[in-house]
């Protein structure tokens, strides 16, 4: 039978890390690609996909269900979603919320909907660990940890994963949920903390810091991460909801020292700026349940995967170059302008 992974979101960062991924690790299995191609949508982070048999491109809005199901109709045999797309930057969700509303809640509903009509075989809902809120210095989060969330960014998710659970509940709707940490890797828009202050450091220009630079994350290399996403969709038990992350706890200052002593550059370029309002002080997970249901766990060190990082956004100025330009996104407004699917 044919399996056909309908990807939404697959031109951001995480997805089209999942996309790599699967073409690699399972070959035989058909892609579908949902993406509206918002600023944060690259098709240059798929360039080596495009022309791969068994691969499409289906350019829409989560939130139209026309657009969903004419992804649906680029399926063929079983098919199971892994749901990524979503406005997903914190300080973007401050200044606007309803965008955050729209996608993330609205289109994860539509796509719930268009996604039971059609009998998925598995819905893997790609969520995060900001949905628990804020830590203090102890403690980590478990599946069990009440949903807390600060940011509207946050409050969003939160929204769409407690969607998802009510429709496994009310339609016995094959999903399963997974609560990663922050990650960092290629392809990450560089207006997240590991890609801006590379790309600043790298032209000399000041590297914002939030408040003390003392709020800690839990950092994880993305390929881990779509790695986990991959077990859960193959062995995941229905229903249930997998943390996952890397121990890898750091506060801000640590990492932006990190990045500036990789690159040579001097201490003197960092700038504390005013702190983000609401500011959660720690994230840290407790991945065990994963690591003891699934046999999960990371393959990278942040030692290994900080540089290899660092490396890939000097390796790819170009990208940087284009994606800070804004250049690439007049390219798809001449290329993707009208809705279209591209299939190979
Ligand atoms: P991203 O912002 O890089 O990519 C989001 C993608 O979704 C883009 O390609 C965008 O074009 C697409 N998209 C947005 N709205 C859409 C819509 N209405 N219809 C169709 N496509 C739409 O995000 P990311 O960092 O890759 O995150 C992917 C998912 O993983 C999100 O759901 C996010 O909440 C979750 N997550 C992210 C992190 C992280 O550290 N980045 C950690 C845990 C969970
Ligand atoms: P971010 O990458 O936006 O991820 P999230 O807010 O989802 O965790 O931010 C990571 C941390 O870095 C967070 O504590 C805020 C901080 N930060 C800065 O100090 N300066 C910046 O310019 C950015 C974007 C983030």
Not at 84 to 101: K, L, N, Q
Request: with cysteine; net charge negative.
């Amino acid at each position: 039978m044919t399996r056909t992974i309908l990807v939404t979101g697959g031109a951001g960062f995480i997805g089209s890390n999942f996309v790599h991924l699967l073409a690699k690790e399972r070959p035989d299995w058909r892609i579908v690609n949902l993406d509206a191609l918002t600023y944060a949508g690259n098709l240059e982070n798929l360039t080596e996909i495009e022309g791969r048999s068994g691969y499409t491109f289906v350019h829409g809005n989560i939130c139209k269900e026309e657009d969903v199901e004419r992804a649906f109709d680029a399926c063929e045999g079983d098919v199971t979603v892994v749901h990524f797309a979503a406005e997903s930057h914190v300080d973007r969700s401050i200044v606007s919320g309803m965008p955050f509303v729209e996608a993330n809640v609205a289109g994860t509903q539509v796509l719930l909907d268009v996604s039971r009509k059609r009998g998925v075989e598995r819905f893997c809902h790609v969520s995060t660990d900001e949905v628990y809120g804020s830590l203090g210095a102890e403690g980590y989060f478990t599946e069990d940890t009440p949903l807390a969330p600060n940011s509207p960014y946050a409050a969003t998710k939160t929204a769409s994963d407690l969607l998802v659970r009510a429709a496994v509940h009310t339609h016995g709707f094959p999903a399963v949920i997974t609560r990663c940490s922050n990650n960092y890797g290629p392809y990450q828009f560089p207006e997240k903390l590991i890609p801006l202050m590379i790309a600043n450091a790298s032209e000399d220009r000041e590297l914002p810091v939030y408040g003390d630079g003392m709020n800690v994350r839990d950092w994880l290399f993305v390929e881990d991460h779509c790695l986990a996403i991959l077990r859960v969709l193959e062995a995941g038990r229905e229903g249930e909801v997998y943390n996952i992350g890397g121990h890898n706890e750091y506060p801000n200052i640590e990492i932006v020292r990190l990045i500036l002593e990789t690159l040579g550059k001097p201490e003197s370029l960092i700038r504390f700026v005013k702190d983000r309002p609401g500011h959660d002080q720690r994230y840290a997970i407790d991945a065990s349940k994963i690591q003891r249901e699934l046999g999960w766990e990371p393959s990278y060190t942040f030692d290994q995967a900080l540089p290899l990082t660092i490396q890939w956004y000097q390796s790819n100025a170009d990208w940087l170059q284009r994606v800070r330009s804004g250049a690439y996104r007049e390219y798809y407004q001449r290329q993707y302008g009208a809705e279209g699917s591209r299939s190979t």
